[in-house]
Each structure stands twice: as C-alpha cells, then as structure tokens.
C-alpha cells in the first residue's frame, strides 16, 4: 500500500493471480481505478506524482499512469 503525495489516493497491490492494483479515493471510499500488473509478486509500489506510480517484482520495475 502507499499513498499519493497529497494523501488523497491509496495505492493497494491484491494477491490474486495477476497482482492486480488498485487506486482509492480513500476519504470518499471510492474505487478509482484497478488494472493488472502480471503474474509475479509485486515486492513494492510508490508514487512518483499524483498519476503515476511504480511497482517492483523480482524481475521488473514498471510504471504506470492513472488516466482520468
């Protein structure tokens, strides 16, 4: 889990097959956004801004931007 810069999203990894993340306005309990990262553990995520994020596993570092 990590939380944007202004604290106003959270950043959570799931444990299903595809290590699927997903973005929440947490304050307002609502999903923003959700998507697949792939089939190995995610080991840990950051943010770099308010729409882009990064996350590692043991083999890739990978970065993605919210959209909309």
């Not at 290590?19 to 950051?46: E, F, M, T």
């Not at 801004?49 to 890739?60: G, L, R």
Request: hydrophobic share 35%.
């Amino acid at each position: 889990m990590a939380f944007s810069p202004s604290g106003n999203k959270l950043l959570t990894v799931g444990q299903d097959e595809y290590h699927s993340v997903a973005i929440y306005d947490w304050q307002n309990q609502v999903l923003l956004a959700s998507n697949k990262v792939g089939p190995d553990r995610v080991l840990d995520c950051c943010w770099k801004d308010e729409q882009e994020f990064m996350t590692v596993d043991a083999e890739f570092v990978r970065f993605h931007k919210q959209n909309g």
